[in-house]
């Protein structure tokens, strides 16, 4: 009904506007006074999580992104080796698992039949599970040893969004905490992402406010046939995540690319007007990235692709070569998919409205699927 919509639309448009309480509410009580973590909930003792050598995330659609981004946090901040794995893939190549093997199973509904297959299998083979979920009691969580709750709240649309970026959030907080709790030589960047992480649900507010142009540039497209996504780093897996909420809610051919990518294949599809969505790391920090993403642009507007770019606010090395230009705010280079994956829900959301498509019922698809 048009109460439980809370005045929206689409359900989708009502869990993309709580984001920025989702993610709030994902890291209530779990920020101490002093600015460190306590994830006691988490019971699995300090002494074990300081014994484990490899992190196996495993995971399906949108979460499987969640869990690629985490990949690069828990590596980064430490220094233990983590693999992600699609959840239907993993048990069927032998995959090499220990009681040192920290495996975290990513799911919003902690009901979906891979993702529970990929966690008994870990289990057998004696790995611990750490599962990551926003369903309380759901069978995901039963069956891991551990669990970390994401505190979206009922997620009905099918197109996943609040739960994706309360995902990420716990990805943080799981690498985070692994890194404070081994100590590594990135303590104090660690105490300084834990203080951005605090102001980052202001950050997708400020997104959200500044979404109209991004719908207009939707609707102006809702005729095209393909979109293509290119992203580097975290950046990445949110170029996926954009294709995947296009394909889901438009169904129209989209896909995401890594843009050093680019040149072994994919540019070969770049023709006149095709519109290529382009997530730009932050110009400070890891700026070889940033410029040779702008290279990328550079290249494929040669070619007469419409660039859409999305980028740090005040990134004007970009803007000569933008065609729309999509702001959002400075973060660190790791959080960025929190603001950066905002944009594009949005726009998948109003594609889908002006090609007349169900949003919250895409055709095909079911919110949790739970047959292998
Ligand atoms: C997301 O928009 C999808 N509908 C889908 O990819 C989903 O993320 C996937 O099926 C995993 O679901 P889960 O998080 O409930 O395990």
């Not at 009580?29 to 101490?32: N, Q």
């Not at 369903?135 to 069978?139: A, K, L, M, R």
């Not at 994919?266 to 095709?274: C, K, Q, T, Y």
């Given at each position: 009904s048009a109460a439980e919509k809370g005045g929206y639309d689409y359900f989708m448009l009502k869990e993309i506007a709580e984001q920025p309480k989702a993610v709030a509410d994902t890291l209530l009580?779990?920020?101490?006074a002093a600015g460190s973590l306590t994830l006691d909930e988490v019971r699995i003792p300090a002494s074990v999580l300081r014994e484990v050598d490899k992190v196996v995330i495993v995971a399906c659609g949108t979460a499987y992104h969640a869990g690629l981004i985490a990949k690069y946090a828990i590596e980064h901040w430490t220094r233990i080796p983590c693999e992600t794995e699609l959840a239907s893939e993993f048990r069927y190549r032998d995959p090499i698992l220990d009681p040192r093997t920290l495996v975290v199973a990513i799911s919003q509904s902690g009901e979906t039949m891979d993702t529970l297959m990929a966690l008994r299998h870990a289990r057998e083979q004696g790995a611990k599970v750490l599962a990551i979920c926003n369903?309380?009691?759901?069978?995901i969580p039963r069956e891991s040893d551990a669990v970390l709750y994401?505190?979206?709240?009922?997620?009905?649309?099918?197109?996943?969004?609040k739960a994706f970026l309360t995902q990420l959030v716990a990805c943080y907080l799981v690498a985070l905490y692994l890194g404070q709790v081994r100590g590594t030589k990135w303590g104090d960047e660690i105490l300084s992402v834990i203080r951005d992480l605090s102001e980052i649900a202001g950050e997708v507010e400020e997104v959200l406010e500044t979404m109209e142009p991004v719908r207009e540039l939707a609707r102006s497209l809702a005729d095209k046939n393909t979109v293509l996504f290119l992203g580097r780093h975290v950046g990445y897996p949110v170029a996926l995540e954009g294709a995947l909420k296009l394909k889901e809610l438009a169904y129209m051919h989209a896909e995401g690319f890594a843009a050093g990518e680019l040149k072994h294949g994919?540019?070969?599809?770049?023709?006149?007007?095709?519109p290529v969505v382009v997530v730009v790391p932050s110009p400070?920090?890891?700026?070889v990235l940033h410029d040779k993403i702008v290279s990328n642009i550079q290249e494929i507007r040669a070619r007469g692709a419409r660039t859409i770019v999305i980028a740090e606010?005040?990134?004007?090395?970009?803007r000569p070569y933008a065609d729309h230009l999509i702001e959002i705010p400075a973060t660190p280079v790791l959080l960025q998919p929190l603001v950066a994956t905002v944009p594009l829900q949005v726009f998948a959301c109003e594609l889908a409205t002006a090609r007349g498509n169900e949003v919250d019922q895409p055709r095909n698809l079911a919110k949790s699927v739970t047959v292998e």
């Open positions: 009580g779990r920020i101490d369903t309380n009691g759901s069978t994401t505190h979206a709240g009922p997620e009905v649309a099918v197109a996943s969004t994919p540019i070969a599809l770049i023709e006149r007007d095709v400070r920090g890891r700026s606010r005040g990134d004007e090395a970009v």
